[in-house]
């Protein structure tokens, strides 16, 4: 029984350690768009990870907006598009991840947002710089772009932090398109298959 279950734990940790991509296609201000895409690392967060992987499946990222944009910090997404979807998804709580001393904050790594304790659902950021102050705060990255942080670079910022969350939340694009037109914008969202990476 206790050889059972070794083999079962070497498995699932070999099965967490597979990394996979997502390609996320944007729109950076009329006229410019771009293409970034993050290395998804199951061992570093594993129920991050696993909340990524259903979010990319659902396609709830299509047309959400970079809402909170901070020079030098970070940059911020999540909320869907649609009200009626980011309702079921506010209430999609899943529990913290224990933060990995190894694995950090740094610049172009990826970590889901968080308002306290064991909330997070959709929002996610990616760090501009090394942001190793948020490591002991319950952040833990679950991925990190391998390609296009230059395009993540050019995310319109112009609009800072004035976007009101819990407008986005009630009223999605139908609040943010007519008071922020000129907020870049996630077009898609895919895991890429073999023959892409």
């Known amino acids: 029984m206790k050889t059972l279950f070794a083999l079962a734990s070497c498995l699932a940790?070999?099965?967490?350690?597979?990394?996979?991509?997502?390609k996320f296609d944007v729109v950076i201000e009329e006229?410019?768009?771009?293409?970034f895409v993050v290395e998804?690392?199951?061992?570093?967060?594993?129920?991050?990870?696993?909340?990524?992987?259903?979010i990319i499946d659902e396609k709830i990222y299509d047309e959400a907006r970079f809402f909170r944009v901070v020079p030098n910090f970070v940059v911020q997404w999540g909320i869907p598009a649609d009200p009626a979807i980011a309702a079921q998804w506010q209430q999609?709580?899943?529990?913290?991840?224990?933060?990995?001393?190894?694995?950090?904050?740094?610049?172009?790594?990826?970590?889901?947002a968080k308002s306290?304790?064991?909330?997070?659902?959709?929002?996610?950021?990616?760090?501009?710089?090394?942001?190793?102050n948020l490591d002991s705060m319950g952040f833990p990255p679950f991925g990190e772009v391998v390609s296009g942080m230059e395009i993540v670079d050019r995310i319109n910022s112009e609009y800072g932090q004035q976007p009101n969350q819990g407008s986005?939340?009630?009223?999605?694009?139908?609040?943010?398109?007519?008071?922020?037109?000129?907020?870049?914008?996630i077009k898609t969202a895919t895991i890429m298959g073999e023959a892409e990476l």
Request: hydrophobic share 35%.
């Open 168 to 185: 986005i939340q009630s009223e999605g694009n139908g609040y943010l398109i007519p008071k922020f037109p000129r907020l870049s914008y």
């Open 31 to 35: 006229g410019i768009e771009g293409s």
């Open 92 to 112: 999609k709580r899943i529990q913290d991840d224990p933060q990995n001393p190894a694995i950090s904050n740094k610049r172009g790594f990826l970590t889901f």
């Open 13 to 22: 940790a070999a099965m967490a350690a597979d990394t996979w991509k997502v």
């Open 40 to 54: 998804v690392h199951p061992d570093w967060a594993p129920l991050g990870a696993e909340q990524f992987k259903k």
């Open 116 to 132: 306290g304790p064991n909330t997070r659902t959709s929002q996610l950021f990616i760090n501009f710089k090394d942001n190793s």
